[in-house]
């Protein structure tokens, strides 16, 4: 008996459960993308090959990417009841919300040989009998896919927590990390998907990719290939003609981007390449490389923030396909507005700002969510700062930016806003794109004045006398002892 060389193909479907769209929006969870080492042979069905395969979780909650040791039984094996421990990362969800599934395509067994080398590739070899010997010719190469190296203007450096592969469920957003991910972006084993980061509107005439792949057996008789890679629907993005492969391995490179570059939409992307070879017409599939391609608005604002893989996944990822700062605007505040986590528990005080109220444990005032918001604005590379509105007796932009006290007897009153007993001395915005944002309210306006009178101006205004007269919002710890007007009245 003879057996025939196939090659199976690991394809990887994302399917949604029932009631759960596939793309979510950014307040939901979902698997957004799955992906393995997926091309391998195997002699008949029923062969079983171990490979590595990951999903990714989105960015509305905690995301993270999860990759596991599987076998694969050719021709398909269905990884729905897999424990993948990224679902536990995604809450409000529960079960299992996607799955893939390996759909294998391998060569059959054939019946009794007749005669020598019978068998499509058998090449040289002896055969006795009823042919029994299997050869080592150019057919029986098996190039796989190690390593994919990406190089390119417009590169932008992000920073990990440590020299493993990137792992966000293992990292927080608040720690400066230092790490730099390095253009060693795909590897086949150990398992490497590090993000690639690039500005919108990148060029990639400069955009390169390097590839190292395997031989198995090795080729002792040099053969000429053309190299390709085909990114989504097959296109093609690089490839390199006359390819010398000989030995064990090749590296192969730098091969020029040849496509038109699409990063012209902002958002967090799977950029995922199937590379080829092709030898006398024979083409056949050595691996395929999948990693995260995150695009910003522009080239990031690092002047109070360090541009962390995570931080960016999670501002590329919400801020997705917007075509204006005010649309990005409009998806950070949104995806940051409401109660808990970001609102302080019970009356206690804040405890952090800025990128620490994405991680656990950690709650700010309305000042500290104006600070999360700048900071996903300017790793997007939109200008932004934050400014303080509050209660005025004067009508106009501009007008509502300063503490309003005036001389009550021997003592100082303050005019600060309500509600009653809720007491607000002023409301923290973000202003970025031309605009106020307010983060927990949801709040937006054109100008301090528009935020004040139009929206956060029916909590009230309050002429107070404060103990030991601390000014609201200056001191820290004031409190009111004393109303002695309300509603005074916005202008």
Known sequence: MRTRRGTVILAIVLRAAAGL??????????????????????????????????????????PGTQCAEVTVTAPGSDCASWDWSCLNNCPPTSGTVASCVFVAEAGGCEGEGEGEGEGEGEGEGEGEG????????????????????????????????DANPWDQASELYAPNYNTAV?????????????????????TGAAFTATIGVSITPPITDPVTALIEGRYGSG???????????????????????????????????????????????NREVMGNSSNPLLIP???????????????????????????????????????????????????????GYGWQLLDPGYWGDCGQQAYTMKYHMHILGIPASVAYVHASTDAGAGKCLELERQPHGSRTKYLILGPEGSWNAYEGCCTTAGKYYAVWPQAKANDDYDMLKNHIGSWGQFWVLTYGDQAPGEVVGWRVETVLQRDVPIP
Not at 29 to 53: E, K, L, M, N, Q
Not at 253 to 276: D, F, Q
């Open 21 to 62: 769209p596939l793309l979510a929006p950014a307040h939901a969870s979902a698997i957004t993308s799955c992906w393995g080492d997926d091309s391998f042979t195997a002699a008949c069905p029923g062969d079983t090959v171990t490979r590595t395969v990951c999903i990714s979780c989105d960015q509305g909650c905690s």
């Open 130 to 161: 009823e042919g029994e010997g299997e050869g080592e010719g150019e057919g029986e190469r098996d190039p796989r896919l190690e390593t994919v190296t990406y190089a390119g203007s417009g590169r932008i450096t992000l920073y990990k927590k």
């Open 182 to 202: 390095p253009n060693l972006c795909w590897r086949r084993s150990p398992a490497l998907a590090d993000p690639m980061c690039y500005a919108r509107g990148s």
């Open 235 to 281: 296109i093609l993005c690089f490839n390199k003609e006359n390819v010398t492969l000989s030995g064990s391995s090749a590296t192969i490179g730098p091969m020029n981007y040849m496509a038109a570059w699409s990063l012209s939409t902002i958002g967090a992307y799977t950029w995922g390449v199937e590379w080829s070879d092709t030898v006398a017409g």
């Open 297 to 351: 608005w522009s080239t990031p604002i690092t002047t109070e923030t360090t541009v962390t893989a995570k931080r960016m996944y999670r501002a590329a990822f919400v801020a997705r396909q917007s075509t204006s700062e005010e649309q990005v605007a409009d998806r950070i505040q949104a995806s940051l507005a409401g109660n808990p986590p970001f609102e302080p528990r019970s009356g206690q005080p804040y405890n």
